[in-house]
C-alpha cells in the first residue's frame, strides 16, 4: 500500500503545462536521438529492456524503442505522459507507460538499463528518499544491470551561477528565472516567472544540488559498484570544466 504524501511543488500539473515550451523544444527532441548512441557506450547494458524513469514526454523513451529497446516509461504527471504516448503513436512504437510516483515504482529483477534524464533527480524535501529512490532502481534492475544518471553537478553551478536569466520564446512569452542557494549549498531555489499576453504567472520549486563526490556516494551507499563519473554523454572525464554529471553504476552480478 503506497502511504499518502503531502502535495509538493512537482505535484502541480500546470507547472508542466506552462514551462513545457521551455523545457522541452523541438530541438532538445533532436539532441536525444543524437545522445542515445553516447549513453548506450558509455552504459554498455547486458540486455535490451529499459526502463526511463521520470520519462516526461518520452524524449529519450520514444527513439530507444525505435531501436529495438523494450522500453517502460514511468512518469507521474499526466500531461507529460500524455505527449509521451502521442510522441510513441507519431514513431509507431510501443512503450510501456506507467503513470507512478518514482518513490513507489518498483519491478524486481526486470532491466538491464535504467535512465534518469535531464536532471530528474533529487526533486523531494526529505534527502532520504532519493536514496530510497536508488535502491528501488537497484531492485528493479537485473544482475550486472547499469544505471545511467545525467544531472547538473553542484560544480558546475557553483561556477556558472547567476541569481537572474531571463529567456524569450519566438512568440514573445518571456521568462524571467530567479534563483537562490540555499541549505549549505545542498539545493537550489527557483522563482520562475512567465510574462505572456500582458499577464505574469510565478512557479516556484527547489531541489536537491550533487557534487560528484556526494553522488558517487549516495549510489554506493545504494548497493551499486563500478561507478564512474563522466563530465558528459560523449565520456569525458569529470572535471572542473564538466557540462554535465553522468554517473554510470552497475547492479552486483
Known amino acids: 500500500m503506497v502511504r499518502a504524501r503531502r502535495r509538493e511543488w512537482f505535484d502541480d500539473e500546470s507547472f508542466w503545462r506552462e514551462f513545457y515550451p521551455f523545457m522541452f523544444p523541438e530541438r532538445r527532441f533532436a539532441e536525444a536521438g543524437e545522445e542515445i548512441p553516447k549513453l548506450l557506450r558509455l552504459a554498455r547494458p547486458p540486455?535490451?529492456?529499459?526502463?526511463?524513469?521520470?520519462?516526461?514526454?518520452?524524449?529519450?523513451?520514444?527513439?530507444?524503442?525505435?531501436?529495438?529497446?523494450?522500453?517502460?516509461?514511468?512518469?507521474?504527471?499526466?500531461?507529460?505522459?500524455?505527449?509521451?504516448?502521442?510522441?510513441?503513436?507519431?514513431?509507431?512504437?510501443?512503450?510501456?507507460?506507467?503513470?507512478?510516483?518514482?518513490?513507489?515504482?518498483?519491478?524486481?529483477?526486470?532491466f538491464d538499463l535504467a535512465l534518469s534524464m535531464f536532471t530528474s533527480f533529487g526533486y523531494f524535501d526529505d534527502k532520504g528518499e532519493d536514496?530510497?529512490?536508488?535502491?528501488?532502481?537497484?531492485?528493479?534492475?537485473?544482475?550486472?544491470?547499469v544505471?545511467?544518471?545525467?544531472?547538473?553537478?553542484?560544480?558546475?553551478?557553483?561556477?556558472?551561477?547567476?541569481?537572474?536569466?531571463?529567456?524569450?520564446?519566438?512568440?514573445?512569452?518571456?521568462?524571467?528565472?530567479?534563483?537562490?542557494?540555499?541549505?549549505?549549498?545542498?539545493?537550489?531555489?527557483?522563482?520562475?516567472?512567465?510574462?505572456?499576453?500582458?499577464?505574469?504567472?510565478?512557479?516556484?520549486?527547489?531541489?536537491?544540488?550533487?557534487?560528484?563526490?556526494?553522488?558517487?556516494a549516495l549510489l554506493q551507499e545504494a548497493g551499486f559498484v563500478s561507478v564512474r563519473l563522466y563530465g558528459s554523454l560523449d565520456g569525458c572525464d569529470y572535471g572542473p570544466e564538466a557540462e554535465r554529471l553522468v554517473a554510470v553504476s552497475r547492479k552486483p552480478g
Open 47 to 110: 540486455g535490451r529492456s529499459v526502463l526511463d524513469l521520470c520519462c516526461g514526454p518520452g524524449r529519450f523513451s520514444v527513439p530507444l524503442a525505435r531501436r529495438g529497446f523494450r522500453v517502460t516509461g514511468v512518469d507521474r504527471t499526466d500531461f507529460l505522459l500524455g505527449k509521451a504516448r502521442a510522441a510513441a503513436r507519431t514513431a509507431g512504437v510501443r512503450v510501456e507507460w506507467v503513470k507512478q510516483d518514482m518513490r513507489d515504482f518498483v519491478r524486481e529483477d526486470s
Open 131 to 145: 536514496l530510497a529512490v536508488l535502491r528501488k532502481v537497484l531492485s528493479s534492475l537485473r544482475a550486472g544491470g
Open 147 to 216: 544505471l545511467l544518471m545525467d544531472v547538473m553537478g553542484k560544480e558546475r553551478i557553483a561556477r556558472i551561477f547567476d541569481s537572474t536569466t531571463s529567456e524569450t520564446l519566438p512568440d514573445g512569452t518571456l521568462l524571467v528565472q530567479q534563483h537562490e542557494i540555499f541549505d549549505g549549498f545542498s539545493r537550489l531555489r527557483n522563482e520562475w516567472t512567465l510574462v505572456r499576453g500582458g499577464r505574469a504567472k510565478t512557479f516556484r520549486f527547489h531541489h536537491t544540488l550533487y557534487s560528484g563526490q556526494e553522488l558517487l
